[in-house]
């Protein structure tokens, strides 16, 4: 398990070139992410408050947009 710190460093970033903007990860997470209004695609909007969440939204991205950029 990762301690507090090491967490804290991660960022999420969207490829929004290969992003559909189907808004599954805004639905799963939506504190961290938000679908944009000019492009419809997804932006990170805010710091991951839990690991597990947004890892799940990671996972369940059905293009593999979403990564960890540390």
Known sequence: MEN?????????VVNRDI???CGL???LCPEVFE?????????VKGPCPDSK???NA???????AISWDS
């Open 35 to 43: 679908l944009d209004e000019d492009t419809y695609k997804s932006k």
């Open 19 to 21: 992003c559909i903007g």
């Open 58 to 64: 990671i996972d369940s991205c059905p293009v593999g």
């Open 4 to 12: 507090n710190s090491t967490f804290q460093k991660k960022k999420l």
């Open 53 to 55: 969440a947004c890892q």
């Open 25 to 27: 990860c805004a639905s």
